[in-house]
């Protein structure tokens, strides 16, 4: 019998598409085998964080879970301009905040030469914290995840990592992810990979405002006397809970990917993990990088452009101040452009 070539073809692919499937319903399946069989520190399924990343005030002790997808589009700031240059001021959650915090390169090498910074095979974390300028009683959680250049032929960061945070209750009593108000309406913006910058290929900014038990300061001097240089997680084979922590762990940071092999078919699902201390962090907001307050300045100025509630002890003028003071290494003059912006914005405000 006489089988066409577009016939024959159409079969073949179905046949190939099929086989995929089955493989990677079976990668899947591994994982969970490989969760059980180790730790979950070390290898975990991917986690779908739609349902993780949560706007507005949480209880760590009923909420400890957040997290947050690795890669974000960038053209809040194009379309900020355009409004300004219009004399008009966006409508609210038209502008992303976690956008405009991730539209600036960052001091990579800095940031890797940080005694802070946390390294693995594939990636660097770096997390920070001070007081923040948002409230007089919340600290502003800085996390960079820096991806080493050999990760990004074997991971699809758009689709394939996702970042998960586990609270400790007993030293955050509450948290804030900022920015991603609307995440679920705009999922189609973290779909199309040609759209990302290649700082946002590589690289992540998240900010979260913390605020901590009340005595967190008291033990915060106990615990630097006995700090040690790295934290160790230790193994178990249940879920980490708050119980878990050691003292000074404020939260645990997992990446979850799935990686392709050479032939591009999918591997069975893993997992890095990296420990946040709490003591990885400034007394005064003035004493953080350049990096960190020109984040929190652009991070709270989305804010206020999105009547965000949560902000009482800030307004323009005073975000303005703090983006003026960490211009840092501007040699792009991006971070000068947007000060502009800003001020820009502030006159529109104005009655």
């Known amino acids: 019998m006489f089988v066409s070539p577009a016939l024959h073809f159409t079969t073949l692919t179905k046949r190939t598409s099929l086989i995929r499937r089955i493989?990677?319903?079976?990668?899947?399946?591994?994982?969970?085998?490989?969760?059980h069989a180790?730790?979950?520190?070390?290898?975990?399924?991917i986690i779908h964080l739609r349902n993780l990343v949560q706007s507005g005030n949480m209880v760590a002790g009923e909420t400890p879970f957040s997290g947050f997808p690795f890669a974000v589009e960038n053209n809040s700031v194009n379309k900020?301009?355009?409004?300004?240059?219009?004399?008009?001021?966006?409508?609210k959650y038209v502008i992303a905040t976690e956008?405009?915090?991730?539209?600036?390169?960052?001091d990579k090498q800095a940031l890797l030469d940080d005694k802070r910074t946390q390294t693995s095979e594939l990636f660097s974390l770096n997390a920070t914290h001070a007081p923040s300028p948002y409230n007089h009683d919340t600290h502003l959680l800085r996390i960079v995840?820096?991806?080493?250049?050999?990760?990004?032929?074997?991971?699809?960061?758009?689709?394939?990592?996702?970042?998960?945070?586990?609270?400790?209750?007993?030293?955050?009593?509450?948290?804030?992810?900022?920015?991603?108000?609307?995440?679920?309406?705009?999922q189609h913006e973290h779909q199309h990979d040609d759209k990302l910058t290649d700082t946002h290929k590589n690289t992540i900014t998240a900010l979260y405002e913390l605020r901590y038990n009340p005595h967190y300061d008291v033990e915060r001097q106990q615990l630097k006397q006995s700090v040690v240089k790295q934290v160790r997680l230790k193994k178990t084979h249940g879920h980490q809970r708050?119980?878990?922590?050691?003292?000074?762990?404020?939260?645990?940071?997992?990446?979850?990917?799935?990686?392709?092999?050479?032939?591009?078919w999918p591997q069975a699902a893993t997992s890095t993990t990296f420990a946040v201390s709490n003591?990885?962090?400034?007394?005064?907001?003035?004493?953080?990088?350049?990096?960190?307050?020109?984040?929190?300045?652009?991070?709270?100025?989305?804010?206020?452009?999105?009547?965000?509630?949560?902000?009482?002890?800030?307004?323009?003028?005073?975000?303005?101040?703090?983006?003026?003071?960490?211009?840092?290494?501007?040699?792009?003059?991006?971070?000068?452009?947007?000060?502009?912006?800003?001020?820009?914005?502030?006159?529109l405000t104005e009655p």
Not at 81 to 91: A, D, E, F, N, V
Not at 100 to 106: A, H, M, S
Not at 242 to 263: C, E, G, K, W
């Open 242 to 264: 708050f119980s878990d922590f050691t003292p000074y762990q404020m939260a645990v940071v997992r990446l979850h990917y799935q990686p392709d092999n050479i032939d591009g």
């Open 80 to 91: 900020l301009t355009l409004y300004i240059q219009q004399g008009q001021l966006p409508p």
């Open 23 to 35: 493989y990677i319903l079976f990668a899947g399946l591994l994982s969970v085998v490989n969760a």
């Open 38 to 45: 180790e730790s979950p520190v070390d290898i975990a399924p």
């Open 279 to 347: 003591v990885d962090g400034e007394s005064r907001f003035e004493h953080a990088s350049d990096d960190f307050r020109f984040a929190a300045a652009v991070a709270g100025f989305g804010q206020l452009l999105n009547h965000n509630a949560y902000l009482h002890d800030v307004d323009y003028a005073k975000l303005i101040e703090i983006a003026a003071s960490a211009l840092g290494n501007d040699e792009l003059g991006q971070r000068q452009e947007f000060l502009h912006l800003m001020r820009a914005t502030q006159l």
């Open 145 to 186: 995840i820096i991806a080493s250049p050999t990760t990004t032929s074997s991971i699809n960061w758009t689709e394939k990592v996702q970042v998960s945070l586990d609270f400790n209750p007993e030293l955050v009593l509450e948290y804030r992810l900022i920015g991603y108000e609307t995440q679920q309406a705009r």
């Open 99 to 106: 956008q405009l915090v991730n539209y600036f390169p960052i």
